[in-house]
């Protein structure tokens, strides 16, 4: 049954790190969304017991050989950089004479990414305020809200409807700032800069233009031959029709 669920041949994947890796992705999936495997249960499998074990061992994966600290940190910072600065603007309108009348930040961001996009603010989280690691199951989401209370400004952290921190504005600011990545740094790590960055992506956009026009002109060029050898052909057997007639 789980060669006929999973389609393998064999299960020499036990022994292959990534190929155990997706086979438990494609069973998180199933079971997120509600696939029946009456099947697996068939032969004696826990389904319960199973899901467990995909959750640890997508968590292995993801904390501990795609990302790390330093990895998680530098990918997180320029988002958690954005936050500060969208809070900052708002505490200012706030207590502007205008109000919201003038605001033109967004009251409401929302981004969409993968398990692997939601880690590395786990790991910045982790690092700066002890909080958890826990795997981001489907449909997991984060949220980071500023509130005021009387003339106090606070933060909340939550992670699927959990309220994981609540914490002064003004706490939370230093804190994250004492961790937080410089862009600078991110390039001095990733060794790329961004104009360099800009040379690759133009270089590699040119050999790309270059490889297309090379592949059409090749293209066409068959073909124009192709045709100049069937017009030679079929002249040739008009010759041979004329001289027949002759």
């Not at 050989?65 to 910072?77: C, F, H, K, R, T």
């Not at 936050?83 to 967004?106: A, F, G, H």
Request: aromatic share 14%; with cysteine.
């Amino acid at each position: 049954e789980l060669k006929k669920y999973f389609q393998l041949k064999s299960f020499s994947f036990l022994f292959d790190y990534y190929r155990l890796y997706y086979l438990f992705d494609v069973f998180l999936i199933d079971y997120a969304n509600h696939k029946d495997l009456s099947s697996l249960e068939k032969v004696g499998i826990d389904l319960n017991k199973f899901y467990a074990l995909a959750i640890e061992m997508k968590s292995i994966y993801l904390y501990e050989s795609e990302l790390n600290e330093s990895i998680g940190v530098q990918a997180a910072s320029p988002s958690m950089r954005k936050i500060l600065i969208w809070m900052d603007k708002r505490i200012e309108q706030d207590q502007s004479p205008n109000k919201i009348s003038d605001y033109d930040e967004p009251k409401f961001v929302m981004y969409s990414g993968s398990d692997s996009s939601i880690a590395p603010f786990q790991i910045f989280m982790k690092l700066v305020f002890d909080i958890p690691l826990k795997y981001p199951i489907f449909s997991s989401n984060i949220f980071y809200e500023l509130h005021k209370d009387n003339d106090a400004y606070y933060v909340e952290y939550y992670m699927n409807d959990e309220l994981l921190l609540r914490m002064s504005y003004e706490e939370f600011k230093q804190k994250v700032k004492t961790i937080i990545w410089s862009d600078d740094r991110i390039m001095q790590y990733c060794a790329v800069p961004m104009k360099g960055r800009a040379v690759i992506v133009i270089v590699v956009g040119l050999v790309v233009i270059i490889c297309v026009l090379f592949l059409t002109l090749s293209v066409l060029c068959i073909k124009k031959e192709k045709r100049t050898k069937r017009k030679k052909e079929r002249l040739s057997q008009q010759v041979e029709l004329k001289e027949q007639m002759v």
